[in-house]
């Protein structure tokens, strides 16, 4: 079995090089031979070469049975929800979703007559939230913005045992850090955008499942609503994931270098970081991850309003939203991801008014270090 990172360089799909070349061939076609069955194959989508075999490198690199891309994360995300949930049928998600999800189980889900429960991150906040049409049980872990761990493989024995079909949004970890399907999981969705692009540019989704008995009901939903990804793009995300382990690595020893040192700053309340033995997650991810990510975040101890002047302050660390990146960026979840929430329910989630996200890059972590400190200077 070849290691990650000589995966991530020379995937399967590899054996279709073209004419001897190194890299990928893109196959703008649209149109293929009908009467070439193979191509029959991979049906509704109108070019099938590059999506197929970045199919097979996400499932390769996700340990699944097989994959698919979108042109988007929540292209996926809803794909995979809807292939398996039905009118009358009840989705039992994690507590702390993205922004998209969220809505999504609240807008779209009870238009086609599905009803959502959100449960606590732990077997007995599922476990509490099943009822006799639950069909599909889905997690976010490490999830938006505190970076709570969802214990994967209790909760994915309990949904077996029930018949629920589990999927997890394993944007946050990246198979670099989190491989739900060695957790019993079913299916794995990401948000492309993030990691796996790897560079702020290249928005795309995916979907991997264990399961052959999946794919028909994925691959019909997906059809019909529409998401390919160009073969263009695709030929763009193979190249990114050439680099994802060891973007992954070195985002994941920044993290944990900056999430100590601001552990350590007077100015800082509280830090979230699962790799820190004070997450109150620690021992879970532990459990069933391989490393803690590139993702943490802090309360600063100043007023709220000097949040702004802060990453103003900032020179590499840049505030803007999203995530997995190269390129390090801040935001404030009160004033971006979780701005349409009341204060009320912000408080539920434990979001304080004077917390910050940050993606950490691939920078070098002193300077990142030096970043943080010079700008905390300036507002205290
Ligand atoms: C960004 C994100 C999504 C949505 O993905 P898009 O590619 O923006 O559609 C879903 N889940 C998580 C955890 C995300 O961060």
Redesign the pocket.
Known sequence: MKKLETLCVHPTGEKDQFKGSVTAAIFPSAAYNYLDQEELQYPGFYSTYNQKRLGQIMAELEHGNWGMVFS????A?STAILSFAQLHDHVIFSRDL?G??WKFAEQELPKRGISCSYADNTLAGFQAALKPHTRVIYI?TPA?PLLNIVPLREIAEFAKKNGIVTIV?N??ASPVNQLPLLHAIDIVIH????YLGGHNDL???ALVSSNPEHREPVFSTAKLYGGSLSPYQCYLVERSLKTLAIRVKRQNENAMKLAEYLSGHAAVNRVYYPGLTSHPDHRIALQQMMGFGGILSFELHVNPEKLILFQKRLAIIQPAL??GGVESLICSPVATSHRSLSAEQRHQLGIQDNLLRLSVGIEDGDDLIADLHSAIAAIT
């Open positions: 988007s994360g929540m292209a995300i993205y998209g999800t976010e938006n949004d944007t946050f948000s492309g955008t993030k928005p795309f989704g999203s995530l």
